[in-house]
């Protein structure tokens, strides 16, 4: 996926692929409040009194490639280079053109037979809770459309081989979330997710290929995404957070040791818009997290624990104190690497409430540890350079955008 030079166009995908099932388009940290001022509407970060980069490859290199081997770090906390005092996340004038449509996820998701939904059955549109509920239940494939907001309470099943996306701009499912037990094959794509009383979605127990795309999550009571107990193979694309503190748990227990060979997950192009941890916290999985925009963040933004193999890959840290953390809490430290970030700060560094969080640094930088697997050894991407993730993210992310 790419970016070129800017223009005016919106994203806008026809229905007649959304009615194929394609691409149309456990906590122990503290609940602090919301920092004043967190996160925002939406609008172009302010500029920057002062910037840092990554230590890896110069930023903005683009297509990424395979070596077919380990990606290794220094080992702690690694050192960032002075760059400009403006920052570069600036979007005046118009948007970035708009990115390549995708007919299917890219990432751990394109694995293991790929991920295709409901692509092929019966298209559902459905307007209420009953409808819903009847539409997700059982295996066979099906294409199901959101019109409109659904009131939901508690966890709700999803069944296999299901496409779920909303209809236009303004799809919501309101008060409860969707639940991945044992299930194999779901997309989620185009809906907005708001005061879940537990989970937004929960992914769990054997669960595998699972695309989550172009969501909006906020204000859920427990976790925005749980992926869990020996899920596999899920891709979480162009999605919005905010609102919200503890936002998405891969690995639910440090005892959970039979979750080592699962858990891999890939996150890109996600815009985490004042949230506050979990971004994600990561338990014995292999993570690749690229392109993404950390904006606001106030205790952290990647954690690997618990032998944990993560990737930090072209991400745009803005206000995050802490962008990389290696172990958290209690946690033993996993492997964390990363390579082509951006972190910049525009403010002094705010009080954290999170008792696991230290004193935050005057500058920040991404705390690395290990090795870490290559991403381009088992799955074709390509990585925007880190400059144009705020853009591409704040202007294309989220619900209503497909």
């Known amino acids: 996926m790419t970016s070129s030079s800017k223009s005016g166009r919106s994203l806008v995908f026809p229905l007649a692929l959304l009615a194929l099932g394609l691409c149309a388009c456990g906590g122990d940290e503290a609940t602090p409040k919301p920092a004043d001022g967190a996160g925002g509407a939406g609008g172009s970060p302010p500029a920057s009194a002062g910037a840092t980069s990554g230590s890896g490859a110069p930023a903005g290199s683009g297509a990424t490639t395979g070596s077919g081997g380990a990606t290794t770090s220094s080992g702690g906390s690694t050192a960032s280079s002075a760059a400009s005092g403006t920052s570069s996340a600036s979007?005046?004038?118009?948007?970035p053109d708009p990115p390549?449509?995708?007919?299917?996820p890219v990432g751990f998701a394109s694995l293991n037979g790929g991920t295709t939904g409901?692509?092929?059955?019966?298209?559902?549109?459905?307007?209420?809770?009953?409808?819903?509920?009847?539409?997700?239940?059982?295996?066979?494939?099906?294409?199901?459309?959101?019109?409109?907001?659904?009131?939901?309470?508690?966890?709700?099943?999803?069944?296999?081989?299901?496409?779920?996306?909303?209809?236009?701009?303004?799809?919501?499912?309101?008060?409860?979330?969707?639940?991945?037990y044992r299930e194999k094959n779901v997309i989620i794509r185009n809906i907005t997710f708001e005061d879940a009383n537990e989970d937004a979605i929960g992914i769990t127990t054997e669960t595998t290929n699972v695309w989550i795309d172009h969501c909006t999550f906020m204000n859920g009571a427990d976790g925005l995404i749980d992926i869990v107990r020996e899920s596999s193979y899920v891709t979480l694309s162009w999605n919005v957070f905010r609102n919200h503190h503890k936002t998405i748990l891969i690995g639910h227990s440090d005892a959970a040791s039979a979750d080592a060979g699962f858990?891999?997950?890939?996150?890109?192009?996600?815009?985490?818009?004042?949230t506050q941890t979990r971004h994600p916290s990561v338990r014995y999985g292999q993570v690749h997290v690229f392109n993404n925009y950390y904006l606001d963040n106030l205790s952290y933004g990647v954690a690997s624990r618990m032998e944990a193999d993560v990737f930090v890959e072209g991400n745009y840290f803005l206000n995050t104190w802490f962008p990389c953390r290696a172990g958290y809490a209690d946690s033993e430290p996993g492997d964390i690497v990363e390579r082509n970030n951006i972190i910049e700060t525009n403010m002094p560094p705010p009080p954290s409430e999170d008792p696991n969080d230290p004193p935050p640094p005057a500058t920040p930088v991404c705390e690395t540890r290990g090795t870490a697997f290559d991403p381009a050894a088992m799955y074709s991407y390509t990585a925007d350079p880190a400059e144009s993730v705020p853009a591409l993210v704040m202007s294309y992310a989220g619900a209503g955008r497909i």
Do not use: C
């Open 91 to 95: 979007t005046g004038g118009d948007p």
């Open 100 to 104: 390549t449509p995708e007919d299917g």
């Open 118 to 180: 409901g692509e092929g059955g019966m298209v559902v549109t459905v307007s209420d809770a009953d409808a819903l509920l009847e539409a997700m239940a059982g295996t066979e494939p099906r294409v199901i459309h959101i019109s409109g907001t659904i009131q939901l309470s508690g966890m709700n099943d999803v069944g296999s081989n299901k496409t779920i996306v909303g209809l236009g701009a303004d799809a919501k499912i309101v008060g409860g979330g969707l639940y991945l």
């Open 263 to 274: 858990l891999k997950v890939t996150l890109h192009h996600n815009w985490f818009d004042g």
